[in-house]
C-alpha cells in the first residue's frame, strides 16, 4: 500500500510538504510488482476572505494548520487512484466562519476544486439605559445606523450588526422630549456581541408655576408674554380681571409675588382688555395697546408711569382714517417715537401700520388691504437697516399672509407671500425676529403636513426657507397635531445659545400646548407639554422671554390653580 502525503500551509502560494498518515496505499511513489510506478494524486484547495488567523483544516484524521492570508493550500499528495478523501474545518479562525465546499470525493486525478470561503462573523452592539421616559431618543452608530428608542426600554441593540475588527461609535443623534442622555463606553472595537454602552438620561428642565390667576381682581387669562424691567421683575398684562373685569396690568417678582399696578376700567374713557404685552420706554415709563374701550370703543394706546399712574395716548377712530381694535404690541423706534399695528380699519379695511409720539400725536402710514398686500397686520420689529418689518395674517398673493417691509415714510413692500398648503405656513398671528445672523425668523398658526404650523427663515432679500412643520414630531398624537406642538400662535426669540424659543397653543402629549426649542438647522425639542397646574397651565398664547437668570418666562391663558392662567417658568438643567 502507498501512504499520501498530507501538505502544511506557509505564506500564500507556497507549498511545504509535510505526511499525515491516511488510508491509502504509499507514501510519495514506490514500487509496484515488476518495479512498475502506480499513478499518484495530489490535493489542494483555494481560501477566499481569510483575513485573520488561526484556521485548521483537517484531512481524513490529520490537522493542516493555514497561515493567515493565504490564498492557496496543498492538502495532500501522492494519492493513489480510486482512494477516497475527506477535508473538514477543525477549528474556526479568530472572528470568521469558514466551510469546505468539494471536500470529499474519490482521487480518479490531480483534486484542485476544493474551496474554502471565509466569512467575518457579525455582531450586535447594544447596552443598557436608565432614567428614560419620554419617547424621542435616537441613538446613531458610525453616523448611518440610526435607531429609535422607546420611552419604556431599559436596554437597547441597534438594527445593524457589525463584523469583527470594525469599529463602532454609538452618539445620541436625537435627544427624547424633555430629557437629556449621555453615553458611556460608546465606542470601540468589535471582537464579540457588545452589551456594555450605557445611555444615562435625566429631565433636561425643570419648571415651576410663578402665580396662579384667579381671574378675579388680580386679573386672569393673560394673552401676551412678558417683560423684565431693569428691576429683576416681570411685567405683563391679563386680558380679563382687575378691579372693573377689564383686564390689568401686573408686575411680578422672581418670587411669584404679584401686584396690580393698573385695572382698565373700559368705557369712552380708558382701555380694556388688552391682548399685547408691554414695553419697556427709555423714558422708564410702560407703553401698550388695549384691544376695546377708549373714546370710540375701538382700543387705545397707553402710558403706564412705574407707580401706576395711566395715560391715555390715542383712542382709535376707526373707519378710512384710523385704524381699531390694535392686537398687538408697539415698539419704541430709533427716533422715539411709538409704532405698531391695528388688525382693522384703515383706507382698504385692512388694518394699518401707525406712529404716534410720546404726545400722543398719531400718523397712519400704511393701510393694509390693496391689491396684493397683506390684511389684518401683526407685530413689528425695526430691523437693522432702519426699516420695519411684521407680518400680516391674511392676503398676499395666494391669501394665507405676508411678511412685509415698511420704509419709516410708510412706504410698504410685500417681502414674501405665503403660499399654505403641505410644502409652506399659512397664517402667521406673531411677527417676526432679526437673529444675529441678520435673517428674520417667525411662525405660522397653520400650513404644513398636518396644517399645524411652521417655524420660517426669511432672508431680507425676501427668501423663505421652512426649518419646521409642527404635528410631525414623536409624540403620541393626543389633542391637536402631535407630541411636538401645534399651532404657534406667538412669536420666537433667540436665546443665548443661539437657538430659538417659543410657545405652541395646541399639540403636545396632553393637546394643551409647548414650550419648544428649535435649532437654527430646524431640530426641534420640546421644553414642556402643558395641561394640568402642575404643569404650569394649558393653551399658551403669549411668547417667551429669557430672563437675566438664564430661565425662561412665560404665561398660559387657561390653567393654574384658579383656571385663569399661569406665569411659568422653566430652567435648562443640562
Not at 389684518?376 to 400680516?392: E, H, K, M, V
Not at 402642575?534 to 430661565?551: E, M, R, T, V, Y
Request: with cysteine; proline share 4%; net charge negative.
Amino acid at each position: 500500500m502507498r501512504r499520501s502525503k498530507v501538505a502544511k500551509v506557509t505564506e500564500p502560494r507556497v507549498i511545504v510538504v509535510c505526511c499525515a498518515t491516511l488510508a491509502l496505499s504509499g507514501c510519495g511513489g514506490g514500487s509496484s510488482g515488476g518495479g512498475a510506478h502506480a499513478q499518484t494524486f495530489s490535493l489542494s484547495g483555494t481560501l477566499t476572505g481569510y483575513s485573520t488567523s488561526g484556521l485548521v483544516l483537517v484531512v481524513d484524521g490529520s490537522n493542516v494548520p493555514v497561515s493567515s492570508g493565504a490564498m492557496n493550500v496543498t492538502l495532500a499528495s501522492g494519492l493513489d487512484a480510486g482512494t477516497a478523501y475527506s477535508v473538514s474545518v477543525a477549528t474556526q479562525p479568530t472572528g470568521e466562519t469558514c466551510t469546505v465546499r468539494n471536500g470529499s470525493g474519490v482521487a480518479t486525478a490531480d483534486v484542485s476544486d476544493i474551496s474554502i470561503p471565509c466569512t467575518l462573523n457579525s455582531y450586535s452592539i447594544g447596552g443598557s439605559i436608565a432614567g428614560l421616559t419620554k419617547n424621542g431618543l435616537v441613538l446613531m452608530d458610525n453616523g448611518i445606523d440610526a435607531t429609535a428608542i422607546s420611552s419604556d426600554d431599559t436596554g437597547f441593540t441597534m438594527s445593524e450588526r457589525l463584523p469583527y475588527g470594525s469599529n463602532y461609535a454609538i452618539t445620541v443623534q436625537t435627544q427624547p422630549e424633555q430629557e437629556t442622555c449621555r453615553l458611556s463606553n460608546g465606542s470601540g472595537t468589535v471582537s464579540a456581541n457588545v452589551t456594555s454602552v450605557t445611555a444615562s438620561c435625566s429631565p433636561s428642565y425643570a419648571t415651576s408655576v410663578l402665580y396662579s390667576f384667579t381671574g378675579g381682581s388680580d386679573g386672569g387669562r393673560p394673552q401676551a408674554g412678558l417683560i423684565q424691567g431693569k428691576d429683576g421683575n416681570f411685567y405683563g398684562t391679563t386680558n380679563i380681571g382687575g378691579a372693573h373685569s377689564d383686564g390689568t396690568v401686573f408686575e411680578l417678582t422672581s418670587g411669584g409675588v404679584e401686584t396690580v399696578l393698573y385695572s382698565f376700567a373700559g368705557g369712552s374713557s380708558d382701555g380694556a382688555n388688552p391682548y399685547a404685552g408691554l414695553i419697556l420706554a427709555n423714558d422708564g415709563n410702560l407703553y401698550g395697546t388695549t384691544y376695546a374701550g377708549g373714546t370710540n370703543g375701538l382700543g387705545t394706546v397707553f402710558k403706564l408711569v412705574p407707580g401706576g399712574s395711566e395715560t391715555i395716548i390715542h383712542s382709535f377712530a376707526g373707519g378710512s382714517g384710523d385704524g381699531e381694535k390694535p392686537g398687538a404690541a408697539v415698539i419704541q423706534a430709533s427716533d422715539g417715537n411709538f409704532y405698531g399695528t391695528t388688525a382693522n380699519g384703515g383706507a382698504d379695511m385692512g388694518g394699518t401700520m401707525f406712529e404716534v409720539t410720546p404726545s400722543g400725536v398719531e400718523t397712519v402710514l400704511h393701510s393694509f388691504g390693496g391689491s396684493g398686500d397683506g390684511v389684518a397686520p401683526t407685530g413689528l420689529i425695526q430691523g437693522s437697516d432702519g426699516n420695519f418689518y411684521g407680518t400680516t395674517y391674511s392676503g398676499g398673493e395666494n391669501g394665507f399672509g405676508t411678511v412685509f417691509e415698511v420704509a419709516p415714510g410708510g412706504v410698504e413692500t410685500v417681502l414674501y407671500s405665503f403660499a399654505g398648503g403641505n410644502g409652506d405656513g399659512a397664517h402667521p398671528v406673531a411677527g417676526v425676529i432679526q437673529a444675529s445672523d441678520g435673517n428674520f425668523y417667525g411662525t405660522t398658526k397653520d400650513g404644513g403636513p398636518r396644517q399645524s404650523g411652521s417655524v420660517f427663515k426669511l432672508t431680507p432679500t425676501g427668501t423663505e426657507t421652512v426649518l419646521y412643520f409642527f404635528g410631525t414630531g414623536s409624540g403620541n398624537g393626543k389633542g391637536v397635531g402631535d407630541g411636538d406642538g401645534a399651532n404657534p400662535y406667538a412669536g420666537l426669540i433667540q436665546g443665548g445659545d443661539g437657538n430659538f424659543y417659543g410657545t405652541t397653543e395646541w399639540g403636545g402629549a396632553g393637546g394643551n400646548g409647548t414650550a419648544f426649542q428649535i435649532t437654527p438647522e430646524g431640530i426641534e425639542k420640546v421644553m414642556l407639554d402643558f395641561g394640568t397646574p402642575a404643569q404650569a397651565g394649558s393653551l399658551p398664547l403669549g411668547g417667551l422671554i429669557q430672563g437675566s437668570d438664564g430661565g425662561f418666562y412665560g404665561t398660559t391663558q387657561l390653567g393654574g390653580a384658579g383656571n385663569a392662567g399661569t406665569l411659568f417658568k422653566i430652567v435648562p438643567l443640562q
